[in-house]
């Protein structure tokens, strides 16, 4: 009897969750279909095209495209040809932009976060607009700006002129700026080659007119991860922070091993959407310089964008995109393991425990032992 | 387990309804040709002088044929061409470059109509051998222009020259350049890529490719002798690129005065006009190298896709789009010059100043037109533009073995 009621129940019970399973799939319908749509298939078709001889004429899934294997990717990673050469100087260029674009606009957001977040600061919300300005803004309206002001007779070479330096002629100087001016390396360095660059290359640094993009990179997107750290620091209890002033930490002290270990699960979100930005960087290049001068300023991004539309090298440009999506992946793993929690180590632990002993004796015993514990345990996991 | 299922079946009828629907954008070509069709025009255009002529032109066509014709500018012609084809819907007629020829005749996006012009023999046999395609005339080209030496005459009468000066030989040009250059002025200024020392390379007898870019010739004697006369010179200081004067192109620095002497085509005339009003020019032939007169040229055709459903109507278009007296309307409105030889004489009536530009038609060499080709020139480009520091053999001989890559 009860147990035959208790099946009932169950079977009962099982078509109510397969009703709420149908309705919620039902539901979420529109968004699968969509990102399907516009997500999923395309990302499918475009990994298709890069394994196929499609020419760029009629549909992709014709029976007159055949499946060529890896030969486009072989064209543009070992084949040698210009192809090659042309893919490692956009994956040179755009490596040294990354390394410098994402620490440095990190550091400046960071920055600006920590100043607009005073609260002794009058007009905060004056300069929190102000530094999100340039977020806003079309990126092809501050291209042109950047033009205008890095122009040989610019308002930037002005400035650098009241020092009595002559300043570059930004958007047209292709020289390597670790080169410091030489015009040929040691042999060495010049008869190896990565990707058809040699080394000599790869070691020069960004170009004089790739370091103008990656000011203005910087520019444009410190007002947006300002905003992302703003919110994480208004989101921190003052109690911790008190805590610590207790202690007897001084402020310097309190940012580096109390507040940024809290900041962690931001500062991820910050470096990753920042790589992630900077290996597609496209719009500047577009609108600017193309890749002049001298395929300095070509990346990726664009590289396949010109393989693709004026070359009709299709199955290329797929394959560059697809390489790229490679690369991001790559790096967002190497970051998430560099900023991953590790086990604190047996010299750090030891110094806690003697600098909690030492307060032991002295006084009463302290809510923070470390910024690296206890602070934003769940949290953190939740964010990474 | 059961979640995942319907995962999976929602997805498939995602895709399904995602690929239908691109079946739809991806029609398969072939369509049935109408003779009554409307058409559509997609241009690159240089300006509203130049939209406004070509759509007048078209309104008549429209009036006489009784087809309805739309023209519209593209903002990227390549890109907009390039989606057009892929989706099977491409525009019916369309400027197409020297460059982009190769690649969309290769894959038959292009048909190819020039054996159908009834005045096919009047194009410039040098243009016509840069619209050929499989020993074909694919497209009628549409207008052209050369590169010529273009003099600032107070910069020239203030440095003591008189006409008797203007150079005829490389040592002459070498000689009233070392003469011009003062202070910020320097002697000859031009853009540092091959569209404008090529111009060199063809006066020593040279070029990246032969005539019909059938061949590859960057590495030969010429070319290094045409580099090397540039390197010297740049070195000298009498002269320079442009984007070592701070200007964007040559016009623009002979425009500012950085440069008392420029290599530029007749599209120059219209920049100078309407940025620079005051200079006062001259157009003057290039001087002769060791193989004697030479210069670049450069040309669009008037494209007509594979995929028009009207053809007929296309090609009734073009046809009269390249009649002389078209032709010369639309060089009154925007500077180009006619591509077929019955319209010379008219043209240089209307122009005179301007005639070594037309003259230069009998001995003007072609750009590479090999499919990828612009990708080489654009990697030539990249290296001249530190010829002052760079070795002419080097270039020379990597843009050799890109050439011999693209012709396998």
């Known amino acids: 009897m009860t147990a035959a009621m208790a099946t009932l129940r169950r079977r009962r019970r099982s078509g109510v969750n397969r009703g709420q399973a149908v309705s919620g799939w039902l539901f979420t319908a529109p968004v699968l279909i969509i990102l399907g749509l516009f997500l999923l298939i395309p990302v499918l078709m475009a990994a298709w095209v890069s394994v196929s001889d499609w020419t760029g004429r009629g549909s992709p899934l014709s029976p007159d495209v055949h499946f060529i294997g890896a030969q486009n990717y072989g064209r543009v990673l070992w084949a040698g040809g210009l192809s090659e050469s042309d893919f490692g100087t956009a994956l040179k260029n755009n490596f040294w932009y990354a390394i410098l674009v994402v620490p440095i606009q990190t550091v400046v957001a960071l920055a600006l976060a920590l100043a607009v977040n005073r609260r002794m600061l009058r007009g905060r919300g004056f300069f929190r607009t102000a530094y999100y300005f340039p977020s806003v803004t079309s990126s092809v309206a501050i291209t042109v700006l950047w033009l205008f002001l890095f122009s040989t007779t610019g308002a930037v070479n002005a400035v650098i002129a009241w020092f009595g330096v002559k300043g570059p002629n930004w958007f047209n100087a292709p020289a390597g700026i670790f080169h410091f001016g030489a015009s040929s390396g040691p042999a060495a360095l010049t008869s190896h080659k990565i990707l058809g660059v040699s080394w000599w290359d790869w070691l020069g640094g960004p170009s004089v007119a790739m370091s103008a993009f990656i000011i203005l990179a910087v520019f444009t997107t410190s007002g947006t991860f300002m905003l992302l750290f703003l919110a994480a620091l208004q989101n921190l209890s003052g109690d911790v922070e008190e805590a610590a002033m207790m202690d007897g930490a001084n402020s310097r002290q309190r940012f580096f091993r109390v507040t940024l270990p809290q900041l962690r699960p931001t500062l991820f979100t910050v470096i990753t959407l920042g790589l992630i930005g900077c290996w597609q960087v496209f719009d500047q290049i577009y609108t600017g310089t193309r890749g002049n001068p001298s395929k300095t300023t070509l990346t990726p991004a664009y590289l396949s964008y010109t393989a693709a539309f004026n070359n009709q090298q299709w199955g290329q440009g797929a394959a560059i995109a697809f390489i790229l999506f490679v690369i991001i992946i790559v790096f967002t793993l190497i970051q998430r393991w560099v900023l991953a929690e590790k086990a604190v180590s047996k010299r750090r632990m030891g110094w806690i425990t003697r600098a909690s002993a030492r307060s032991r004796d002295v006084a009463a015993p302290s809510a923070v032992v470390s910024g690296q514990s206890n602070d934003s345990g769940p949290r953190e996991r939740d964010g990474s | 387990m059961k979640i995942s299922r319907a995962v999976a079946v929602i997805a498939a009828a995602g895709l399904a309804v995602g690929l239908t629907a691109c079946g739809s954008g991806f029609s398969s070509g072939g369509s049935t040709q109408d003779n009554t069709k409307p058409l559509s025009i997609l241009i690159g255009s240089s300006g509203d002088a130049e939209t406004a002529a070509v759509k007048s032109a078209v309104a008549a066509w429209s009036k006489t044929s009784g087809i309805k014709a739309t023209v519209t500018v593209a903002s990227d012609l390549n890109q907009q061409l390039a989606q057009g084809f892929s989706s099977g819907k491409p525009a019916d007629v369309f400027y197409l470059s020297t460059d982009a020829l190769a690649g969309y005749a290769s894959n038959g996006s292009l048909y190819s109509y020039g054996d159908k012009l009834s005045n096919k023999s009047d194009f410039y046999p040098n243009l016509v051998k840069s619209f050929t395609y499989d020993n074909k005339l694919v497209c009628a080209p549409k207008d052209f222009s050369t590169l010529q030496l273009i003099i600032n005459t107070d910069l020239w009468s203030k440095a003591g020259l008189t006409d008797a000066d203007i150079p005829t030989t490389w040592d002459q040009l070498q000689t009233v350049a070392t003469k011009l250059t003062t202070g910020s002025q320097t002697g000859l200024v031009i853009g540092g890529e091959y569209a404008r020392i090529g111009a060199f390379m063809t006066e020593a007898g040279g070029n990246l490719m032969n005539a019909d870019s059938t061949k590859a010739t960057a590495d030969s004697d010429a070319n290094l002798k045409a580099l090397d006369y540039v390197k010297q010179n740049l070195i000298a200081g009498d002269f320079k690129f442009a984007a070592d004067v701070g200007a964007g192109w040559g016009g623009e620095a002979f425009g500012k005065q950085l440069g008392a002497m420029t290599i530029e085509g007749n599209w120059i005339t219209g920049s100078q006009t309407a940025d620079y009003p005051n200079i006062k020019y001259e157009v003057a032939p290039l001087p002769k190298g060791p193989a004697g007169a030479g210069t670049l040229q450069f040309s669009n055709c008037w494209g007509i896709a594979a995929d028009s459903a009207n053809?007929?109507?296309?090609?009734?278009?073009?046809?009269?789009?390249?009649?002389?007296?078209?032709?010369?309307?639309?060089?009154?409105?925007?500077?180009?010059?006619?591509?077929?030889?019955?319209?010379?004489?008219?043209?240089?009536?209307?122009?005179?100043?301007?005639?070594?530009?037309?003259d230069a038609a009998a001995y003007a060499q072609n750009v590479p037109a090999a499919k990828g080709a612009s990708d080489v020139v654009t990697d030539f480009n990249s290296q001249v533009a530190k010829l002052a520091t760079g070795d002419p053999k080097t270039i020379l001989s990597s843009t050799q073995a890109n050439l011999e890559a693209l012709l396998k």
């Open chain 2, 311 to 358: 053809k007929t109507g296309a090609l009734d278009l073009v046809q009269k789009l390249t009649t002389k007296s078209d032709q010369l309307a639309f060089a009154k409105a925007f500077g180009v010059m006619p591509s077929i030889q019955s319209a010379a004489g008219d043209w240089k009536k209307e122009f005179p100043n301007l005639a070594p530009f037309l």
